[in-house]
């Protein structure tokens, strides 16, 4: 079975800091990868995601994330936060053998000014 | 920019009875979904629907749920009698359907279901 867990439901950084928001995956098969964001009252939008081609992978808004199999891990960061920032980001795995994605329990990320 | 949209944005109902909560996916994409996140849980997937049947389904949707297309453009979830677990934000999405394992899933908004 596959999942993923995010580690801290909360995040706070300061405006300018660096963005870590952690993902690890658990999966028997070869995963695919995605983050999303929700800004409020809105829709789960995608940042980015991993296909199995390049294990750093860029997204929008100046997002990226490596996917490390050895760690299980696909961690998402952004070298200097924006106030716009502020928002709930889910991550999800996916495998060949199904279409439905797994969500995490997403992190919610506050930006200070 | 095409986007998902789901009506009504907030439906409040009482156990028992049915509801029925609409979404417009992206007009040329073929892989239809539903998930549903109970507050302070996950997203859970719920169905996916492509060909006009369910391709895929999770433990969730027992008979009390259906997915219908009735027409080109709108995508259905059905609950026939509604109990107060079922509270939650439900949300569609919509895919191209090239590769579904990683195309990436445009979500709507999100209806939230209130049952009392």
């Known amino acids: 079975a596959q999942s993923v867990t995010q580690l801290g439901s909360h995040v706070s950084v300061s405006e300018g800091a660096l963005v870590l928001l952690r993902c690890n995956y658990s999966?028997?098969?070869?995963?695919?990868l995605f983050w999303y964001v929700q800004y409020p009252n809105q829709g789960l939008q995608l940042l980015l995601k991993y296909t199995s081609a390049a294990t750093l992978v860029k997204g929008i808004n100046g997002f990226e994330a490596e996917f490390k199999k050895s760690e299980t891990s696909f961690h998402l960061t952004k070298p200097s936060a924006h106030m716009s920032d502020a928002a709930e980001y889910f991550c999800a795995v996916s495998v060949s053998t199904g279409n439905q994605f797994y969500f995490g329990t997403g992190t919610s990320l506050t930006v200070i000014p | 920019e095409p986007e998902v949209t789901q009506t009504p944005s907030h439906q409040v109902t009482q156990m028992g009875q049915e509801v029925i909560l609409r979404c417009v996916p992206i007009s040329n994409h073929l892989y239809f979904y539903w998930y549903r996140q109970i507050l302070g849980q996950k997203v859970e997937f719920l169905v996916s629907f492509y060909n006009n049947e369910i391709s895929e389904k999770s433990e969730i949707f027992d008979d009390q749920f259906s997915v219908e297309r009735p027409d080109g453009s709108n995508f259905t979830l059905k609950i026939r009698s509604t109990k107060l677990e079922d509270s939650a934000m439900y949300f569609c999405?919509?895919?191209?359907?090239?590769?579904?394992?990683?195309?990436?899933?445009?979500f709507g908004p999100g209806t939230r279901l209130t049952v009392l």
């Open positions: 999405a919509s895919s191209s359907g090239t590769s579904p394992h990683t195309d990436t899933q445009y």
């Open positions: 999966s028997s098969v070869p995963p695919y």
